[in-house]
């Protein structure tokens, strides 16, 4: 707090001092955390659910995903497990993650999703995200239909 050498005046129940300020200032101080923390959450952090699923589940999953008939190489990218054990996600490394290999690369052998599966290549963005997730540590997350609600607070 600014220390004043004036006296200290009763800003709460002095009418002449403006209406906000005489606010109490607790709401306001809640107010405030809440903003904050809601653009942290936007500049900051790739969500696994919200930023990496829908990707994902877009363009790999189909070949790397749940549907065991489906599945190329034994690769699982939902389970981080298989996906890190195969090297297709290296956390903390993106450059080193074959995923981004694969998706990066121009030979078209290797290309991922292949090029006789007619899915779209991944945007810049999606690449920058899978990145960043990467870098990150690659955290996933359960489905969000898994994870429990948290308690009310008490009144
Ligand atoms: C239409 C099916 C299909 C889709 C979609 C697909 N892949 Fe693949 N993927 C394959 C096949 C087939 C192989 C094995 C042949 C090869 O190595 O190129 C493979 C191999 C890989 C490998 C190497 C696995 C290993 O251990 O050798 C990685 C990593 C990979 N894919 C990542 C991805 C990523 C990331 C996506 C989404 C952007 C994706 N794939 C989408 C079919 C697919």
Same mark, same amino acid.
């Given at each position: 707090?600014?220390? #004043?050498?004036? /006296?200290?005046?009763?800003?709460?129940?002095?009418?002449?001092? /403006?209406? &906000?300020? =005489?606010?109490?200032?607790?709401?306001?101080?809640?107010?405030?955390?809440?903003?904050?923390?809601? *653009?942290?959450?936007?500049?900051?952090?790739?969500?696994?659910? =919200?930023?990496? =699923?829908?990707?994902?589940?877009?363009?790999? !999953? %189909?070949? %790397?995903? /749940?549907?065991?008939?489906?599945?190329?190489?034994? &690769?699982?990218?939902?389970?981080?497990?298989?996906?890190?054990?195969?090297?297709?996600?290296?956390?903390?490394? /993106?450059?080193?993650?074959?995923?981004?290999?694969r998706i990066l *690369?121009?030979?078209?052998?290797?290309?991922m999703?292949?090029?006789?599966?007619?899915?779209?290549?991944? #945007?810049?963005?999606?690449?920058?995200?899978?990145?960043?997730?990467?870098?990150?540590?690659?955290? !996933?997350?359960? %489905?969000?239909?898994?994870?429990? &609600?948290?308690?009310?607070?008490?009144?």
């Open positions: 707090m600014v220390t #004043s050498v004036r /006296p200290v005046r009763d800003f709460a129940n002095d009418a002449t001092f /403006p209406r &906000l300020m =005489r606010l109490d200032r607790k709401p306001i101080a809640i107010l405030c955390a809440a903003v904050f923390a809601l *653009t942290a959450a936007d500049a900051g952090t790739v969500g696994f659910n =919200r930023d990496v =699923r829908p990707i994902l589940s877009e363009k790999c !999953y %189909h070949c %790397h995903g /749940p549907d065991a008939k489906q599945r190329k190489a034994d &690769l699982r990218l939902d389970v981080p497990e298989v996906a890190m054990k195969s090297g297709a996600i290296v956390p903390g490394h /993106p450059e080193k993650s074959e995923m981004i290999g *690369t121009t030979d078209s052998d290797d290309h999703p292949p090029a006789k599966a007619k899915m779209s290549p991944l #945007s810049a963005t999606e690449i920058e995200t899978l990145k960043k997730w990467i870098a990150e540590g690659a955290e !996933y997350e359960p %489905h969000w239909a898994f994870i429990p &609600l948290k308690p009310a607070a008490a009144p």
